[in-house]
């Protein structure tokens, strides 16, 4: 009776969610593969041959089982199929096909969309992606950046990752990313549409029109944000045969087996995108400070240094290692030394500094936070000062009481707004005098620099996500939008008990298949008046009415943070 009642309340019709170029629902189309003809169009692809030794990466790069050919791909009936077979080539087991526009279909910014049915089976390993046309322009991979826009593994075939690599040349480098899960048996049977769109400073993944992911914070290690996804890239389109992500076939593996694709599409959007949420400074997942443009120093009265720990990260999703600061000072008051990164950056839009940190206990100190304020815009704060740049400090005291955090406390999320800042001339003077490191009137912010001062103890915590953001928090919760998992729905608790990026307030797809529907409905109507975290959308302990109002009010929609808005 309850079930009954629960889809009485949804006598709605279930209406798709649209996103064709969401932000442009007129976007032209500028480039196209329909795959009409008999076999590949060469003036628009070309293929990439052998183990990836030629191109200075053997194995491609993950140990993929694979020897690509020109053999393995068939254009009829409008599609291109790319089939995997064991009948060896090259010393390697399996071969394939690996396709790229490279220098005939190269953009910066644009929806880019792939219409396919995906092959399934253990190590089949299917992508549509895009690589840099010149990576010279920020360095080897992945300061140059990847946009996997989507991905495969054929032991979970309706699993679908979206995922962007960034920050320093490997092994500095890092990846964030998101997946979703399409019907039972569907990514092998039906075909899906599989799309992202680019534009300054956000890149956002769609299935069937519907978004699932949005990223909006990146970095790379030679250039300022929205490096380095702000200059042109190529599509590329393979099935790999084992590696790294999929692990290799088994006995259960069925050969031959198809990836086809239906067509490609690349729709022109503008640049311009809303405003930024946040910038970050570091996330510290790269776990290498010193390859990622850090540094320390000792001071008058003591000594230390950083190192990466991923044994004491904070309380959010995602967090996978932090920044350990050690400074002795032998009991000593005074400067005990410090530690800061050389990363330019734009803040345009910003209006405050946040950063994380578990200070340990029964110490007490102050970190001077300064902000180093390129006015000439030439990239450099020279040292020693040349009277041209400005420095702005913040004070953060650290003891038993506080005031700036607890030591002891455990993590305690800072707060720093620009209004806040001093002008600190007492090492790097002139400059115009205003905290203004906006790209559209100054230079960028080239440094921060925490110096540590002793008031007679040592010097001990772990710190993480320095962001800077807008210090906008649109649904008022207390959690800023730059972090929040539900920007649209208050929930300070931040709950996300499925572990998937999106809080319990504004997640009620139960079945996680992108949308919430009728089967989410049934599986609520199971759960109701139980204890069950996931259908607990309100965090209160208990599913019952107040997380049905939340089930009704996002049906037909996609989950996330800001859905519904």
């Not at 790269?286 to 991923?310: D, R």
């Given at each position: 009776m309850l079930k009954m009642a629960s889809l009485a309340l949804f006598a709605v019709s279930a209406v798709g969610v649209q996103a064709n170029c969401s932000f442009n629902p007129d976007c032209p189309l500028v480039w196209s593969d329909e795959f009409e003809g008999t076999a590949l169009d060469q003036t628009k692809w070309s293929y990439m041959i052998g183990n990836g030794q030629i191109y200075g990466l053997p194995g491609w790069g993950n140990n993929e089982r694979q020897y690509y050919t020109s053999n393995n791909d068939t254009v009829a009936n409008g599609l291109l199929t790319i089939t995997a077979k064991d009948d060896g080539a090259g010393g390697y087991p399996y071969t394939s096909t690996r396709i790229r526009s490279l220098n005939k279909g190269d953009f910066t910014y644009g929806r880019f969309e792939m219409r396919a049915k995906l092959p399934t089976g253990q190590g089949m390993w299917p992508a549509f992606w895009m690589l840099p046309t010149d990576s010279s322009i920020y360095g080897t991979w992945a300061a140059s950046g990847e946009i996997d826009i989507m991905e495969q593994t054929g032991d979970e075939p309706d699993r679908i990752l979206g995922t962007l690599h960034y920050g320093g040349s490997f092994p500095l480098n890092t990846y964030s990313g998101n997946s979703t899960n399409l019907p039972v048996g569907?990514?092998?049977?039906?075909?899906?549409?599989?799309?992202?769109?680019?534009?300054?400073?956000?890149?956002?993944?769609?299935?069937?029109?519907?978004?699932?992911?949005?990223?909006?914070?990146?970095?790379?290690?030679?250039?300022?944000?929205?490096?380095?996804?702000?200059?042109?890239?190529?599509?590329?389109?393979?099935?790999?045969?084992?590696?790294?992500?999929?692990?290799?076939?088994?006995?259960?593996?069925?050969?031959?087996?198809?990836?086809?694709?239906?067509?490609?599409?690349?729709?022109?959007?503008?640049?311009?995108?809303?405003?930024?949420?946040?910038?970050?400074?570091?996330?510290?997942?790269?776990?290498?400070?010193?390859?990622?443009?850090?540094?320390?120093?000792?001071?008058?009265?003591?000594?230390?240094?950083?190192?990466?720990?991923?044994?004491?990260?904070?309380?959010?999703?995602?967090?996978?290692?932090?920044?350990?600061?050690?400074?002795?000072?032998?009991?000593?008051?005074?400067?005990?030394g410090g530690f800061g990164r050389t990363y330019a950056q734009d803040l345009s839009g910003m209006t405050q500094f946040n950063f994380w940190i578990n200070p340990a206990a029964n110490q007490d100190y102050r970190i001077e936070i300064n902000f180093q304020d390129d006015d000439n815009n030439d990239n450099v704060i020279a040292n020693p000062p040349d009277g041209v740049d400005d420095e702005f400090q913040y004070n953060c005291d650290i003891g038993p009481t506080g005031p700036c955090a607890i030591a002891g406390g455990g993590w305690q999320q800072i707060t720093v707004p620009f209004a806040s800042l001093i002008d600190d001339n007492s090492y790097h003077f002139g400059g115009n005098g205003l905290f203004d490191p906006f790209l559209s009137t100054n230079g960028p912010l080239t440094d921060i620099v925490m110096t540590l001062i002793s008031n007679g103890s040592a010097i001990n915590f772990a710190t993480d996500e320095w962001v800077f953001s807008s210090g906008i928090d649109g649904d008022g919760d207390g959690v800023f939008d730059a972090e929040d998992n539900c920007t649209n729905a208050v929930n300070a608790n931040q709950i996300d008990s499925n572990g998937d990026g999106f809080g319990n307030a504004c997640d009620p797809d139960l079945n996680n298949d992108n949308v919430v529907n009728f089967p989410d409905v049934v599986l609520f109507a199971d759960a109701f008046l139980s204890t069950d975290a996931d259908a607990d959308f309100n965090g209160d302990g208990a599913v019952n009415f107040p997380d049905l109002i939340i089930l009704q009010a996002y049906f037909t929609l996609s989950p996330g943070p800001a859905a519904g808005q």
């Open positions: 569907s990514a092998n049977s039906e075909f899906h549409t599989y799309a992202v769109e680019w534009q300054a400073g956000e890149i956002r993944w769609y299935i069937d029109g519907a978004l699932y992911a949005t990223q909006n914070a990146w970095y790379s290690t030679s250039g300022i944000f929205p490096a380095p996804f702000d200059v042109d890239f190529h599509m590329l389109l393979n099935l790999a045969v084992g590696g790294n992500l999929p692990g290799n076939p088994d006995g259960s593996t069925v050969f031959p087996m198809d990836y086809v694709i239906d067509y490609v599409r690349v729709y022109q959007l503008e640049p311009e995108t809303p405003p930024a949420a946040s910038v970050v400074f570091d996330d510290f997942d790269h776990g290498n400070p010193f390859g990622n443009g850090w540094f320390n120093f000792n001071g008058q009265v003591g000594g230390g240094g950083i190192n990466a720990t991923s044994s004491n990260v904070p309380p959010i999703v995602g967090g996978e290692s932090a920044l350990e600061v050690g400074f002795g000072t032998g009991g000593n008051s005074g400067f005990a």
